[in-house]
Structures are given as C-alpha cells and as structure tokens.
C-alpha cells in the first residue's frame, strides 16, 4: 500500500476503479452489441456504416482506458500506486478521486500535453 494514502483512501480508490470498469465493460458491451451485422434494409445502410464507424472509435479508446484501470488496481495491489510516471512525485488524494486511473502529475500532464500540442 503506498505511504500517501490511508487505508480508507485506499479502499475508496480501489472502489472508484472497480466502478469504473464496470461502467466500461458495460459500455463496451453494448458497442459490441451496435456492431452486429446490418439487417438487408438498404436504405438505412449508410448510415449505418458510418454509425459502426463511430462505435469502433469509441470501443478503441474505452480499451486503453480499462488498460489505464487495470494497471492502476495492479498498482494499488503492490503498494506503487499514487506516484507520477514521469517525476515519481506523490500526486494529491484530490487529484487522484477525480481521475483514479492517472498515472501523471497535474505539471507533468500538462507539460506532456503542451508539447503534444506543438508536434
Ligand atoms: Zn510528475
């Protein structure tokens, strides 16, 4: 368990992840479900296509966020959880109930951000 974070703290980010990916698995269901087959109405077809489109973006990027999820409870289980990827700093409890997957530091997100925004 990390030194910043209490036992209740703990446990109330272990929930927050587990509630979130659940709410991602969900999600991910149903997308899954959109994506079956079209019926033989062509009319509708087009639409649809680019419907399926939409979904398969959003089923790309609840992927990598139930990877963020995963590796954030595998973090809270071996005691490294709670500390910036990039400058080991410990990041605020605030932070962390807010967006409970971050593996970054407020500074060092933006500074990643902001140099993302450059290229
Ligand atoms: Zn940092």
Redesign the pocket.
Known sequence: MSKELTPAQHDEIKALLLARRNELQGQMQQNRENLSPPTADEGGMVQRNVAREVDQALTDIDTADLARIERALEALADGSYGH?D????AIPFERLKIEPQTQ??V??KSRWEQTRAHH
């Open positions: 910036c990039e400058c080991g700093c970054h530091c500074a060092c």
